[in-house]
Every structure is written in structure tokens, then in C-alpha cells.
């Protein structure tokens, strides 16, 4: 069966001031023969009218060719760089449909970069992640995971695994009676237990990326009128959460999303904790604690001059304690960070606290991989591990083999059939 030739408007939502659209597929010269007149040189702007089949022009524009297999997608693809109107865009993509193309489906060209082996699945991710980043952090960590550094990782891996495997099939082939029992296995032996030493910093990894890629968490906690809204708009620089008098005003978790230095950080305005006998504050009061918990990080805020509650030192999670409504109190000498949401006092030092405590909690020395990554790593861990304990040499060459799949899953080479839709589905159309 041939494959479609494909196409969608790549840049974003028009108006603007370029558009521009992709084709991607076997049918690509022709429908360059009959929009623009002829195929341009390969990988050469060139300024062409673009037709409809009557011959009436839609548009001029930059046209760019590029030949099979030397594009991203591997297939002949093209490019309109367009007017970005939607009366623009709509006649062009009509005029593609009545020359028989069809709109691609959400990531349909990075599947096809995929199945032509242009990329492979960890660059997939990658890509996709550089699309979606917000923060410089993303943006980096993106970059790492879709240009070839993680995938060479586990290449190198997998490598490794193959080459303990041939010096096993070696010894089955050739053994000879003269040889000390055991000794391939001995050799092998050192690599392969680095090699699970190096996958188990790796699967740390993956936890430390999570941080850039959902955010680092902190939760502000503390009674009721400490103060954690007013810290919440203060950070924010705007006004999120209501702020009054009443003691119990926040009653559900609320979230704000910055860009600090890079990092994605999700604060958290919690309901003040104390006994309460009413069921939603009771109910709020409860979220709170599960955020709190669940945070990568506690700001626990209390009046200046109250006595603190430290029940929250037992989560497990690390925290700041903040003394806040600096501007009524004098400082009573205590350890805390001493804070004014109304002066603005002490704020900096909150946001330092926040941004190291991040920048700590994430590894920068490790190639970051993902949770679906982890996965794979952690069975190919086990596998190799059952393989140094296996005595008979088939069997572990069979583990060795187990091991290596479950790598060849992280990149794509072995069977992931049932996976691409998933991963190729969180693309936007035109990627
Ligand atoms: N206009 C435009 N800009 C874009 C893209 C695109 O498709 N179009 N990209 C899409 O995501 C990214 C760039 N990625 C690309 C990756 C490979 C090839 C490519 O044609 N590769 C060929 C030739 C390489 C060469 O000549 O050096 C190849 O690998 O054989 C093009 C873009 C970002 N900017």
C-alpha cells in the first residue's frame, strides 16, 4: 500500500503573519508541479505563485522542496510558507484535498521521521517535550532527550548487552575442554554489574526530570490567617487567591504556575489547618495535608510571634518555616524567614529558598530519562541480574537477550506497536 501524502499548517492558530504548511508523502512533486508550477531546487527557498487547478492564483509565497530521503520526515516533503489569514490557509488546503492529500493526524510527521528511521522513539519524546516547554529548564531538558543524547545511552547499553551475549555464544560454540569453567561468565561478570549500577543512578534520574517537566512543587501551609493567600498573590504578582480577615477564607488547594529562573514551580494556597467542625473546611483542611505531603516542598507560615506547630516536620518532606506579617512584629530574634507580603520584606529570600531547593532536587549531571523509560530499565535491570546469577550459559544468554528487548523498547527498535498512538497522540497537528 502507498503511503498518503499528508499535510497540515504547522506554524500556529492564524491570523499571523506566516503560515506555514507542510506536505509530507509520495505525491509531493506532483502536487509541487501543479500548485507552483514546477519542483523547486531542493532545500532552496524559492518565491513562487501558489495556483489552484483553474490556474487562479491563492497566493505567493516561499516554496522549499526537499527530497526523499534527505528531509525530516525521510519522505519527499514540501513547505508553503504562506500568508498566515485564514482565507489564505483554507484555499490552499482545499485545493491539497482536491489534488487528493489528506490532513495529518496529531504527530502523523514526527511517526513518519519515526518509521523511516530518522529518529527514534526517545527523539520522538524529545521533540515532543521541545514543543509543549515553557521554561528555560524544559526547553534544555527537551533538547537533551530529542537530539540523540539519552538515545545514545541506551544504544550504548544495549551494545554492551549484545556484546556480553556474543562472548557467551562464543564460549557455547568453542568451548573446549581446556578451558576454566566459568571464566567468560567472569568476565562479563564486571561489565554487566556496572551496567545495573549505571541503569539505577539512571532510574534517579528519571524522578529529578520530573521536577523540570511537571514542575517543582511547594505547598504553603500553616493556620488559618497566616498569611498563605497574601504569599500566594505576592509571588504570583497578582491576585489568585481572596484574601480577607476571616480566618478559613481558602477552603480548596489552589495552584499558581511560575517560571523561576527556568524552573516550572507549582505553588500551592492551602486551607489554613486547625480543628474545624465545618465539613468543607474539614474536607479543605484534609487536601491540604495530602498537597502538603506530596509537595517537593513545604513553606509552613505562621503569624510572627505564634507559636509553631510542627506536625508537618513528619512528612517527610523538606520545608521552610516563615514568619510572616514582618511589618506588624519586631523581630524576636527566631530562625525563621521573616516575611511582609504588604513591604514585600523577605520575599527575595523566599524565592532563592524555592529556586535552590529546586535546582538541588534536580540532577544535573544525569541524562534525564522518563517514567516510560524507567520502566523498561528497571525489567532490563532485573533481567540482567537474573542473568549473573544463572550458572547455565543458554539461559543467560537468554536473559542478556530479555535485558537488551527491554532497552530496544526505550528506543523503538523492538516491538511498540500499541505504544506509538499513545506517544504520537500528545503531539500538536503539524508535527
Ligand atoms: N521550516 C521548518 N523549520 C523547522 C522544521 C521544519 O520541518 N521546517 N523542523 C522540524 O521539526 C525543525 C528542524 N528540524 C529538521 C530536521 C531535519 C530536517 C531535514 O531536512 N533533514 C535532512 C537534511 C539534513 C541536512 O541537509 O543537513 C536529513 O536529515 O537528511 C529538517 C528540519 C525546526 N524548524
Not at 84 to 91: E, Y
Amino acid at each position: 500500500m502507498t503511503q498518503a501524502t499528508i499535510f497540515a499548517l504547522s506554524s500556529g492558530q492564524p491570523p499571523a503573519g506566516v503560515a506555514v504548511i507542510r506536505i509530507s508523502g509520495p505525491a509531493t512533486k506532483a502536487v509541487m508541479t501543479e500548485i507552483v508550477g514546477s519542483i523547486p531546487l531542493p532545500r532552496q527557498a524559492s518565491l513562487r505563485t501558489i495556483r489552484n487547478r483553474n490556474g487562479e492564483m491563492l497566493d505567493q509565497g516561499l516554496v522549499l522542496y526537499f527530497e526523499a530521503p534527505h528531509s525530516f520526515t525521510g519522505e519527499d516533503c514540501a513547505e508553503l510558507q504562506v500568508h498566515g489569514s485564514r482565507a489564505v490557509i483554507n484555499a490552499i488546503a482545499g485545493t491539497l484535498k482536491e489534488l487528493g492529500l489528506r490532513s495529518a493526524e496529531a504527530g502523523e510527521f514526527a511517526r513518519r521521521a519515526f518509521e523511516h528511521g530518522r529518529i527514534d522513539l526517545v527523539e520522538v519524546e524529545g521533540l515532543s517535550d521541545l514543543v509543549s516547554a515553557e521554561t528555560e529548564m524544559q526547553r534544555k531538558l527537551a533538547l537533551q532527550t530529542g537530539m540523540g543524547t539519552l538515545s545514545n545511552q541506551y544504544v550504548g547499553w544495549a551494545d554492551r548487552l549484545t556484546y556480553a551475549r556474543a562472548m557467551i555464544e562464543a564460549e557455547l560454540d568453542f568451548a573446549d575442554e581446556d578451558d576454566v569453567p566459568g571464566s567468560v561468565a567472569n568476565m562479563i561478570g564486571v561489565d554487566l554489574t556496572a551496567l545495573v549500577a549505571e541503569m539505577s543512578v539512571a532510574s534517579v534520574s528519571a524522578k529529578s526530570a520530573e521536577i523540570i517537566r511537571n514542575g517543582f512543587k511547594v505547598a504553603i501551609i500553616g493556620a488559618p490567617n497566616a498569611g498563605k493567600s497574601s504569599l500566594l498573590n505576592a509571588m504570583a504578582k497578582r491576585e489568585v487567591a481572596i484574601v480577607t480577615d476571616i480566618a478559613g477564607t481558602t477552603r480548596d488547594v489552589l495552584t499558581v504556575e511560575l517560571d523561576m529562573e527556568g524552573f516550572l514551580v507549582r505553588l500551592y494556597d492551602t486551607a489554613g489547618i486547625r480543628e474545624a467542625d465545618d465539613v468543607v473546611e474539614r474536607e479543605g483542611i484534609q487536601r491540604a495535608i495530602s498537597a502538603a505531603r506530596s509537595a517537593d516542598m513545604i513553606l509552613y507560615l505562621r503569624e510572627a510571634g505564634s507559636t509553631a506547630d510542627i506536625s508537618y516536620r513528619d512528612f517527610g518532606v523538606p520545608y521552610l518555616e516563615v514568619e510572616t506579617k514582618a511589618d506588624l512584629y519586631t523581630n524576636g530574634g527566631v530562625e525563621a524567614v521573616r516575611i511582609s507580603s504588604v513591604t514585600g520584606e523577605g520575599l527575595d529570600e523566599i524565592h532563592r529558598a524555592i529556586v535552590d531547593m529546586a535546582r538541588d532536587s534536580w540532577n544535573a549531571g544525569l541524562p534525564a530519562s522518563n517514567e516510560r523509560h524507567r520502566e523498561h530499565i528497571a525489567l532490563a535491570s532485573k533481567f540482567i541480574e537474573n542473568a549473573l546469577d544463572e550458572p547455565r550459559l543458554e539461559l543467560k544468554a537468554d536473559a542478556l537477550r530479555a535485558a537488551g528487548d527491554e532497552l530496544g523498547r526505550i528506543t523503538g527498535r523492538v516491538d511498540v506497536e500499541d505504544l506509538l498512538d499513545v506517544i504520537f497522540s500528545k503531539f500538536c497537528i503539524g508535527k
